[in-house]
Nanobody
Framework: QVQLVESGGGLVQAGGSLRLSCVVS????????MGWFRQAPGKEREFVGA????????LYADSVKGRFTISRNNAKNTVSLQMNSLKPEDTAVYYC??????????????????WGQGTQVTVSS
């Protein structure tokens, strides 16, 4: 069974930084594409970014490009989301997700097979 556990959320002022981490259980982490999504109250879950199994390909939503950075460490079964220059509109619950199909790296939530429980990020103005 694959489990994803996020950590690192919290309250930060606009312009500040946070680093989210996601630890994935299981022996096949290195074959998963990993995605980050977020969901604000009253809104649909939206794509933030994704990283391929090797880390060689990374995608970002336009809204976070240049501010957020995704990385992974396959030896430690972790994926991270470094968030800089945070804005109030970044406030949301952030989820990490895993796509077990090594050939794909999706940008919609429907393409991911496993999800963490989410971690709250609140950016005050």
């Amino acid at each position: 069974q694959v489990q994803l556990v996020e950590s690192g959320g919290g309250l930060v002022q606009a312009g500040g930084s946070l680093r989210l981490s996601c630890v994935v259980s299981g022996r096949t982490f290195s074959s998963y594409s990993m995605g980050w999504f977020r969901q604000a109250p009253g809104k649909e879950r939206e794509f933030v970014g994704a990283i391929s199994w090797s880390g060689g390909r990374i995608l970002y939503a336009d809204s976070v490009k240049g501010r957020f950075t995704i990385s992974r460490n396959n030896a430690k079964n972790t994926v991270s989301l470094q968030m800089n220059s945070l804005k109030p509109e970044d406030t949301a619950v952030y989820y990490c997700s895993a796509d077990k199909d090594i050939a794909t790296m999706g940008i919609t939530q429907y393409e991911y097979d496993y999800w963490g429980q989410g971690t709250q990020v609140t950016v005050s103005s």
